[in-house]
Nanobody
Framework: QVQLLESGGGLVQAGESLRLSCLASGRTFSTYAMGWFRQPPGKEREIVAAISWSGSSTYYVDSVKGRFTISRDNAKNSLYLQMDSLKPEDTAVYYC????????????????????WGQGTQVTVSS
């Protein structure tokens, strides 16, 4: 069982930055592929970024490429999402997710591929 706890959300103006963190419980964090998802008001949950267990493989949805950076620190059981040049359309509840896949170099982009989810953190970007 893995528990995920996001933090770092808040209210910012367009163009500003936020860094989201996701702290995972358990001793096998390094074997988990991880992802960041978001759910804007009235819309479905969507992938933002994903990362393999080692961090060597990453994925970004087109709308955040060049602005967001996903990273992880396995020694700290932590996943991060650095969000720069934020836009009002980035407003959403952001969730981290985890899936155990051993030490394969795979990441996952479908919500259904993930086993564990955090409770979410609100990010609001004003114009």
């Amino acid at each position: 069982q893995v528990q995920l706890l996001e933090s770092g959300g808040g209210l910012v103006q367009a163009g500003e930055s936020l860094r989201l963190s996701c702290l995972a419980s358990g001793r096998t964090f390094s074997t988990y592929a991880m992802g960041w998802f978001r759910q804007p008001p009235g819309k479905e949950r969507e992938i933002v970024a994903a990362i393999s267990w080692s961090g060597s493989s990453t994925y970004y949805v087109d709308s955040v490429k060049g602005r967001f950076t996903i990273s992880r620190d396995n020694a700290k059981n932590s996943l991060y999402l650095q969000m720069d040049s934020l836009k009002p359309e980035d407003t959403a509840v952001y969730y981290c997710a985890a899936r155990s896949n051993g030490y394969t170099g795979t990441y996952y982009t479908s919500p259904g591929a993930y086993t564990y989810w955090g409770q979410g953190t609100q990010v609001t970007v004003s114009s």
